[in-house]
């Protein structure tokens, strides 16, 4: 265990539906990312979360919606996906500013998502 | 921006025998290359990191070098054994951000052998 967990684990969904994923860290960090993993192409940082505020938004559509409500729990909002969006969607936290502390990013396990 | 580069995409080694898996990175600033380990079913975890101001580090089995004039990093997997098989993802973190802005490497899906 990491100390981030993702729910679901699996979704299926057609273009049409609307659905969040939630991620929650039980590490006490202070910033959270979402990723989304394609096959055989580089993990894609999608959004990042700072001290609870957006600063990354990395030219994703806007059917995905991201929300950070506390530092310890981040959702991915999706409506009207297409079939080129299914993927696994990775979501990770760290403990930012702090230069001090191993950098490390630590990713939950992932949702499966398929757009039918 | 960071781009960053990994050789090769799939590797199969005999049970025992050393791995080796090499990155480069275009931004002269980035400072920090962890590397992840992922297992199937599983998201990435970090397995070892090098700060730009170390040329090499070891823990156990796993070594990792870096060469900063040739933006150049490597891993090495010794004595291997099966559950080191997964896919391993280099990464660079440049400066300037309030976040780790982390760019991963494509991914190498290293097979053990037994």
């Known amino acids: 265990e990491t100390g981030v967990t993702q729910t679901p684990r699996h979704l299926v969904m057609g273009m049409t539906n609307k659905k969040s994923l939630k991620c929650e860290q039980h590490l006490g960090h202070n910033a959270m990312y979402w990723y989304k993993q394609s096959a055989k192409k580089p993990l894609e940082l999608m959004f990042v979360y700072s001290l609870e505020e957006r600063v990354e938004n990395n030219s994703v559509p806007s059917r995905f919606s991201p929300e950070c409500p506390n530092s310890s729990h981040l959702f991915l909002h999706l409506h009207t996906l297409q079939p080129e969006d299914s993927a696994l969607y990775l979501c990770?936290?760290?403990?930012?500013?702090?230069?001090?502390?191993?950098?490390?990013?630590?990713f939950g396990p992932g949702t499966r998502l398929t757009v039918l | 921006g960071e781009n960053v580069e990994q050789h090769p995409s799939t590797l199969s080694v005999q049970e025992g025998d050393s791995a080796v898996i090499k990155c480069t990175y275009s931004d002269s600033a980035s400072n920090y290359f962890p590397w992840y380990k992922q297992e199937l079913g599983k998201g990435p975890q970090l397995i070892i990191d090098?700060?730009?101001?170390?040329g090499e580090k070891k823990d156990q089995r796993i070594a990792v070098t870096l060469n900063k004039t040739a933006k150049h990093f490597s891993l090495h997997i010794t004595e291997t054994q099966p559950e080191d098989s997964a896919v391993y993802f280099c990464?660079?973190?440049?400066?300037?951000?309030?976040?780790?802005?982390?760019?991963f490497g494509p991914g190498t899906s290293l097979s053990v052998i037994p």
């Open positions: 090098i700060r730009s101001n170390v």
């Open positions: 990464a660079a973190r440049g400066t300037g951000t309030s976040y780790d802005k982390v760019i």
């Open positions: 990770a936290s760290s403990q930012a500013h702090a230069p001090m502390v191993r950098n490390e990013q630590f």
